[in-house]
């Protein structure tokens, strides 16, 4: 296979990110029983992608209604990550390899960052550092009050995935684990970017690395495979063989794992079991958004331009809710609604049980990034460069 890279795209003829995802693994396009509850967040703020270790995109309460843009920020070329928010900052890339800090209060950059390539990957926040890796082959720890980078970590293929957050088993320290194009999954010291363990897979991995239980670390690669590691030392627990490329991040409840691949099929599997727990079937198009998850179901975008709502049980069709473009804009599960952006343009809500549409919200431009929660407000970036900010 051949590696898919990309550098500085002009603002104007860019490619869409469906093409970065077509090529995500350098391909060119030619029933269970439940599992423990997810556990929802209250999102004052938003410093790990999906909203936290576990990567559920799990709200803890009721989405805006008729959310309206209450300011925009221009980024001044497309932003196609996920953003974060905490200490009154959001963070977010964009497709010239700059990340931009933007001061929630005032509205106005506090700094600006720059890299040599796309930034494919969203942020993560801790203890004043801001961890994200780059097209240009480095990942990322800068000062979140200057931008001033800290440390990097020089690897030999592209960071598009985001980076998770979590204490040291049985100790204090706070590692950083982040998976590389170049297959290997990476756990550093927070402090220094020191390497604490590696993992080598056979092929590309695109998606975070989501915790499991304080145990173990779980995603899915290129190579076909659902990877399920010993947290405290990076060794092998299990590994469940798939039909197709893993090509986004994987959600998990309680020791389930859930996830999408290029085989047209969302798949769950419990962390340490041989076989898949179950297969949801789709049409003739893949599943290229990472999965959100509530008490009862799976949500996942399609490039058949829906979104699909899973029975978490038995992996038997809910409900699909029809948009005019492709969903690639992972989706958020409030408890009242789940959020999403298509490249229609337009931010939409569905109502969980039975995909009733609640609201839409049409902003002009391509909705590839996934929208994040954080002080009351849904923040997405757009395909023309334009940070919105919705309350």
């Not at 975070?208 to 495979?225: E, L, M, N, S």
């Not at 038997?316 to 952006?341: H, N, Y």
């Amino acid at each position: 296979m051949i590696p898919f890279t990309h550098r500085y795209w002009p603002v104007t003829g860019l490619l869409p990110l469906s093409v970065v995802l077509l090529n995500a693994c350098g391909e060119k396009q030619e029933p269970a029983t439940p599992a423990a509850e997810p556990q929802a967040i209250a999102a004052s703020a938003w410093p790990i992608t999906r909203g936290g270790p576990g990567l559920q995109g799990r709200i803890e309460g009721p989405a805006p209604k008729q959310p309206e843009i209450e300011w925009t920020y221009d980024l001044g070329s497309p932003g196609v990550a996920e953003a974060a928010v905490a200490d009154g900052a959001i963070v977010v890339g964009d497709v010239m390899g700059n990340i931009h800090c933007i001061d929630l209060e005032t509205r106005e950059r506090r700094w600006l960052h720059e890299t040599d390539d796309t930034i494919e990957a969203a942020p993560a926040i801790s203890n004043g550092r801001v961890f994200v890796g780059s097209g240009d082959e480095k990942f990322l720890a800068l000062d979140l009050k200057t931008g001033d980078e800290l440390w990097h970590l020089q690897g030999t293929e592209k960071f598009s995935s985001a980076a998770n957050l979590v204490t040291a088993p049985g100790g204090t320290d706070e590692w950083v684990l982040v998976n590389g194009y170049d297959g290997i999954t990476r756990c550093l010291l927070a402090a220094d970017g020191s390497e604490v363990w590696t993992y080598k897979t056979d092929d590309y991995i695109n998606g975070t690395p989501a915790v499991i239980d304080g145990r173990y670390v779980a995603f899915g690669g290129c190579d076909k495979v659902v990877h399920v590691l010993n947290l405290a030392d990076g060794t092998l627990a299990n590994e469940v063989v798939t039909d197709a490329q893993i090509t986004n991040s994987v959600a998990t409840a309680g020791t389930m794992i859930y996830c999408g691949n290029y085989a047209n099929q969302v798949i769950a599997a419990e962390a340490t079991a041989e076989n898949l727990a179950w297969i949801y079937e789709g049409d003739d198009f893949p599943f290229f958004t990472a999965p959100a998850v509530d008490e009862r179901h799976v949500y996942i975008g399609c490039r058949d331009k829906k979104l699909h709502a899973i029975d978490r049980a038995t992996g038997k069709a809910a409900w699909t809710f029809q948009t005019g473009g492709r969903v690639e804009s992972s989706p958020l599960a409030f408890d009242d609604a789940i959020v999403f952006g298509s490249s229609d343009g337009r931010l939409y809500a569905a109502a969980p049980a039975d995909g009733a549409e609640l609201w839409r919200l049409d902003l002009g431009e391509d909705l590839t990034a996934a929208p994040v929660f954080a002080e009351g407000r849904i923040i997405i970036a757009g395909g023309d460069g334009t940070l919105f900010v919705l309350k």
